[in-house]
């Protein structure tokens, strides 16, 4: 609005403005049009924040398809908890070592030439040495543990597994059978310990230390037992199983009783092997 005093002098009035703008601070000067302002933060709204991190609706999805893909797909189908790795490991290294064992003694009962006959007496003592390091008998574990330490690496474990299945190739059907079951069961091994690290050293102090069950009765329940968790007798860790799951539990306990019932003398022989 223009100013009505006839008397005002506009160069006085234009000098009074430059003075008054001087004075505010910069912080409380208005911008120019259009000018953005000097400092900007996203709101601190806690309900628009999946909103600020969310990628646009055109970005380009992750690929599902080539090796990749199929890898995420197998990892999803594995087992994702620690315990349900190292069992599944743990089962897959006895069945090949079992699988080992029986070509090495079929194509011995074939009665090969000598250095054939050999090298089965390898492989078979071989088998037996993964299938006693995985059961983790108190017995044998600190021998296991001192001697063949390379079983508690995984680079040691995995290049034994690969040169041991180049033997298997050569004993006859069951051998390459054997054969391609330690590459995956290597494969495997690779894997779990990749995802657990801390698994080699747990565990080649509980062989040393022979924390492993010492019948062959507890190797059934050592094998879905955390490590260590055999030593000394503590079964906290199947209390707490049975707490988490109590219909599971119920239904292995109805039917161990009546396992029990019907075969009364191999029921009193565990329970005495227990106590003792």
Not at 58 to 73: I, K, L, M, T, Y
Not at 153 to 164: E, M, Q, S
Request: charged share 15%; with cysteine.
């Amino acid at each position: 609005m223009a100013d009505d005093n006839p008397f005002s002098d506009p160069s006085l009035q234009a000098a009074d403005q430059s003075r008054q703008q001087e004075e505010l601070p910069s912080w409380a000067t208005a911008p120019a049009d259009g000018a953005p302002p000097t400092s900007w933060s996203p709101p601190e709204d806690k309900k628009n924040e999946e909103a600020w991190s969310a990628p646009p609706p055109n970005a380009p999805q992750p690929d599902s398809g080539g090796v990749r893909g199929a890898a995420q797909r197998l990892e999803q189908k594995l087992p994702q908890t620690r315990s349900g790795l190292i069992i599944s490991m743990r089962l897959l290294n006895m069945g090949v070592s079992i699988l080992m064992a029986a070509a090495a003694i079929i194509k011995l009962l074939s009665l090969p030439a000598f250095t054939k006959g050999v090298l089965c007496l390898y492989i078979w003592f071989f088998a037996l040495l993964i299938c006693c390091f995985e059961t983790h008998l108190a017995q044998v574990s600190r021998i296991i543990g001192e001697n063949f330490g390379f079983l508690y690496n995984v680079k040691g474990r995995v290049t034994f597994f690969v040169l041991v299945s180049f033997l298997c190739f050569s004993i006859g059907l069951i051998g390459l059978i054997s054969g391609v079951g330690l590459l995956v069961a290597a494969a495997y091994n690779a894997y779990v310990i990749y995802k657990h690290p801390d698994y080699e050293r747990e565990m080649l102090e509980n062989d040393v230390e022979q924390r492993g069950p010492s019948s062959v009765y507890g190797v059934a329940g050592s094998v879905v037992a955390p490590p260590g968790a055999g030593s000394g007798g503590d079964a906290s860790w199947l209390a707490e199983g049975a707490a988490a799951n109590p219909e599971l539990a119920a239904s292995v306990g109805s039917a161990a009783v009546g396992w029990a019932r019907k075969n009364p003398e191999a029921a009193g022989k565990i329970a005495r092997s227990a106590v003792v």
